[in-house]
């Protein structure tokens, strides 16, 4: 069982920059796949990026250039650097784990962070 707390939600305007954390209950690199998701009201979640154990990142192609994935310098923390934000960013924001199991995947989600984006 993984367990993950976000942390580094809030309020800020339109261009401003937040910084999330994950904080992972064991060292991010026993894990397959770190993710940041969103989700807003009506809406399915969305994968806003993601990095594997060996540094491959992936991102949702429209918020590439934005926002940044990073392992933290824990080795249990990874982080989203979102700059420029604009208020269609607004949600939720949910850390995730994917960790193979066997042939299936077995995924762990934080409770969730929210980030608020004014215009």
């Known amino acids: 069982q993984v367990q993950l707390v976000e942390s580094g939600g809030g309020l800020v305007q339109a261009g401003e920059s937040l910084r999330l954390s994950c904080l992972a209950s064991?060292?991010?690199?026993?894990?397959?796949?770190m993710g940041w998701y969103r989700q807003v009201p009506g809406k399915q979640r969305e994968l806003v990026a993601s990095?594997?154990?060996?540094?491959?990142?992936n991102y949702a192609a429209s918020l590439q250039g934005r926002f940044a994935i990073s392992r933290g310098n824990a080795k249990n923390t990874v982080d989203l650097q979102m700059d420029n934000l604009k208020p269609e960013d607004t949600g939720v924001y949910y850390c995730?784990?994917?960790?193979?199991?066997?042939?299936?995947?077995?995924?762990?989600w934080g409770q969730g962070t929210q980030v608020t984006v004014s215009s």
């Open positions: 995730n784990a994917r960790r193979a199991w066997g042939s299936a995947w077995v995924e762990y």
């Open positions: 064991e060292s991010i690199f026993s894990i397959n796949t």
């Open positions: 990095i594997t154990s060996g540094g491959s990142t």
